[in-house]
């Protein structure tokens, strides 16, 4: 079995500061430490998975196709450092238009990940930046969840992973 890191994307890789929902390229700034961070897991063996609610969608504010060019300048920007996500998963609903599955904090995108992928969740953590992200962790069985401040380097903790 493989094992993974789950990573939430607004608050933790990328900054969310001044904005409500971050759908737009120009938008998107890369955490201090996310390159560090990163490579230290990946060069650890662990899977790289992205997990994150995009609920803009659901009410209208944007599209699948502003999330799929955000991610994919995330993929560009990883890929130049020689870093590079296992998956994406995001849920692109909310509870006041549609209940789903998916939506931390369910573990919905957890849960089909570590089947897609054939993870160990007693092998495997999150980090994320709310209580709905440690939730979502917790109930799919991950070994442990961090909780970081929002927009805050996540490298200490990815050194403490690559040790367990």
């Known amino acids: 079995m493989n094992k993974a890191v789950f990573i939430d994307r607004d608050g933790v890789i990328n900054n969310d500061t001044g904005h409500y929902y971050i759908y737009k390229v120009d938008d998107f700034r890369i955490n201090k430490g996310i390159y560090e961070g990163l490579k ?19 009410k209208g504010e944007y599209t699948h196709e502003d999330v799929f060019k955000v991610h994919s300048y ?9 870093i590079y ?17 998916c ?8 849960l089909e990940a570590l089947k897609k992928y054939d993870i160990d969740p007693s092998q495997s953590f999150l980090i994320g930046d709310s209580l709905r992200d440690i939730e979502a962790g917790n109930s799919a069985g991950l ?4 909780k ?6 996540i490298v200490n903790i990815c050194r403490q992973i690559s040790k367990m």
């Not at 897991?41 to 969608?57: E, P, R, Y």
């Not at 995330?74 to 020689?82: A, F, T, V, W």
């Not at 939506?103 to 957890?110: D, T, V």
């Open 40 to 58: 230290i897991l990946s060069d650890a063996g662990f899977k790289l998975i992205l997990v994150t609610n995009q609920a803009g969608i659901a």
């Open 74 to 82: 995330l993929k560009d920007e990883l890929k130049r450092h020689n």
């Open 85 to 101: 996500l296992t998956d994406i998963f995001y849920c692109p609903h909310h509870d006041s238009v549609s209940v789903c599955n």
């Open 103 to 110: 939506r931390k904090p369910k573990p919905g995108m957890i």
């Open 143 to 146: 070994k442990q969840c961090f």
């Open 148 to 153: 970081i401040d929002s927009n805050s380097s």
